[in-house]
């Protein structure tokens, strides 16, 4: 997911709201809360310079002074992200249930109705608009390298758990050996890429010399490794995206809320269902393990729970804890040190 960086004082007059698709690219221009036009182009670079084009010619206004906006929409949005940013157009990537939910009232949807609703949708929420800032090549790179494990592991998961769950409820022994000579190639050569893809991962790293700071630096914190150390520098773009510990938290799904309401309705804090879900899963790998190694961390663990505390209450803070020393070890461009203490302590 390509995440955005807020900005402020921006004069915006002109809203082109985007619905991308694998193929072509809805359009909608608003200028002064109306339509001024609606269309649609290839999604290609071709149709993207022409979109571009009929926008100039139906308004004076120039294009500093435009915002786009679009719905995240994974790889479909690369080509037009591309050409606005060689054109130094601002663009504001959403998050689509962020819109639906502002037009949640509204009936009927065709991708021509999308757009209009993209556009008028920035144009009245310009004073919040977060633009989208284009990661470095080697990010990008990083990004579709632990794409790849992940596909990989989930192929890897589909094979193995079939033949685990005909060994334990039972069968015919040779239906399952014949099962396992069939499968266990497979899986090898599944592990032999995930290797592969992971030793890919750590070249790109080590021939970048602010990744291989950052991941020193990440990697010194117990419980975190290469793999959470990287989804991360993906998803915060090298901690410039998402630069506050609060805000990651929010995002992967560890931060807690209140829900309560009058005096009638006392609900216990939670977390939301609307996270990185990957990220979350990640981190709760990293906990996991940091509770197992001796140190400060397990401690805290151990103390809670004799205290009562339930065991995913405490790792959800666990997970809490490993976000705020990521940031706040990178923000201090140091390795993690457990006797540190601040200056102003």
Known sequence: ?????????????????IDVSKATLDYCMVIKGKKALSTKVENTPKGIRRMLAHLSKHTDIASDQWLFCMEQTGVYCRPILKELD???IAVWVENALVIKTFHSMERGKSDAVDAYRIAVYASMKKAEAKLWKAPRPVIDQLKSLIGSRKRLIAAKKMLKVPLAEEKVVGGSKGTYRGHKRVVNPAIKAIDKQIKAVEKEIRLVISNDEKLKEKMRILTSIPGIGIIVAVNTLVATNEFTNISDAKKMACHCGVAPFAYSSGTSIRGRSKVSHRAHKAMKALLHLAAMSAVKCKGEIREYYLRKVEEGKNKMLVLNAVRNKLIHRMFACIKNNRKYDKSYTHQLA
């Not at 997911?1 to 709201?17: E, H, N």
Request: no cysteine.
């Open 86 to 88: 060689k054109k130094g």
């Open 1 to 17: 997911m390509a995440l955005t960086v807020k900005i402020k004082d921006m004069d915006f007059k002109v809203f082109i709201g």
